[in-house]
Nanobody, 126 residues
Framework: VQLQASGGGSVQAGGSLRLSCTSS????????VGWFRQAPGKEREFVAS????????EYADSVKGRFTVARDYSKNTVSLRMRNLKPDDTAVYYC????????????????????WGQGTQVTVSS
């Protein structure tokens, strides 16, 4: 399964970005999809996820109320809409996919995901 993450860029604090995760060889609606990020010198951390059933989402506390993850079935994409961005959101963002039908806290674990995209850089300046 090949995943492509896109949509990163440089914005000022308070700005918005919309990341997209798509696949050229898999139907993403059959997978749970997670977004993770990794800042320089830090471990990769969970950001948000949407279950394979499509409707249930989970978010890291640091992004709740600011980020929204959603599916676009017609485009075979999972988006991460990010608002009110902060300098601490600066990181490389990765999308990942799983077919273990994760639920709850399991969806926040890196080890749950079998397939990873290449990452897209998000830089937020103060």
């Amino acid at each position: 399964v090949q995943l492509q993450a896109s949509g990163g860029g440089s914005v000022q604090a308070g700005g918005s970005l919309r990341l997209s995760c798509t696949s050229s060889d898999a139907t993403l609606e059959k997978f749970g999809v997670g977004w993770f990020r990794q800042a320089p010198g830090k471990e990769r951390e969970f950001v948000a996820s949407i279950r394979w059933t499509g409707g249930t989402t989970e978010y890291a506390d640091s992004v709740k109320g600011r980020f929204t993850v959603a599916r676009d079935y017609s485009k075979n994409t999972v988006s991460l809409r990010m608002r009110n961005l902060k300098p601490d959101d600066t990181a490389v963002y990765y999308c990942a996919a799983e077919q273990h039908y994760c639920a709850g806290a399991a969806c926040a674990l890196l080890s749950t995901y079998d397939y990873w995209g290449q990452g897209t850089q998000v830089t937020v300046s103060s």
